[in-house]
């Protein structure tokens, strides 16, 4: 996509659950009719996939089956959709998301082409991919490096703008190379409750520094301006 002035915002691992809608995903709608984005970019993880993940269950916990998981994605992207208007909505997949197409892939091969048995026949108004470009210096795709220091180390290896998720650790970090070109790499944070009970589960207690966020990015003139984030400021505010 090319954007001369505009904006387009990015949210990722919403993992959206039945029955929830956090702070984030409530700003998110409003800053997406105040703003009305050129592209709105689900970044990844939409779909959590808790039931036909690699990873056993914990316990006796409850998990929201596959069937109830679609219906709350669906259920809060239609929301999204009814908010963005005409905008483009992008969707580059996330781990979680993959696991959908993966685990029909390897118990039920036969069904192969068969509408349905892919997350993106679900959401048809989504365009799903690996990566999404902008203006041809701006990569928009899940995840590369991970890690503390993976904001960093995007810039450092793609020497491009590099917006990526999967730590659910909202950050922005600016790199100004040889040539006087200043380059923004951007971690998103989570569209889920940080501290919610389920996210507690999957990190077994531990602190993963997970803050709940997403990020606004905007262009003048065909130049990406310093990328904002939107976080959560406490159960009825965000800051941005």
Known sequence: MSVDNG??????????????????????????????????????????????????????????????????????????????????LVWPMGNHDARYETYLAANAPQYEGVAGFTLKDRFPLWRPCWTFWINGDTCITHFYHTGMHAVWNNLLKAQCNYVSSHRHSPEVRAYTNAMGKTL????????????????????????????????????????????????????DTVHF
């Not at 690699?54 to 109830?68: E, H, L, S």
């Not at 003048?220 to 904002?228: A, C, N, S, V, W």
């Open 7 to 88: 904006s387009v915002i990015v949210f990722s691992d919403a993992h959206f659950y039945p029955g929830v809608k956090t702070t984030a995903n409530r700003a998110l709608l409003s800053m997406i009719r105040n703003i009305k984005p050129v592209a709105v970019v689900c970044n990844g993880d939409a779909f959590d996939g808790g039931t036909i993940s690699r990873y056993p269950r914990i316990g006796w916990d409850n998990k929201p089956t596959v069937a109830q998981e679609l219906e709350a994605v669906e259920s809060a992207l239609t929301e999204i959709e009814e908010a963005a208007g005409s905008a483009a």
């Open 184 to 235: 923004y790499g951007v971690d998103t944070g989570c569209l889920a409750d940080a501290f919610s009970d389920h996210n507690r589960d999957y990190q077994q207690g531990r602190h993963g520094n997970h803050r709940s966020a997403f990020s606004v990015l905007a262009w003048e003139d065909g130049k990406l301006l310093m990328p904002e984030l939107c976080q959560k400021w406490d159960e």
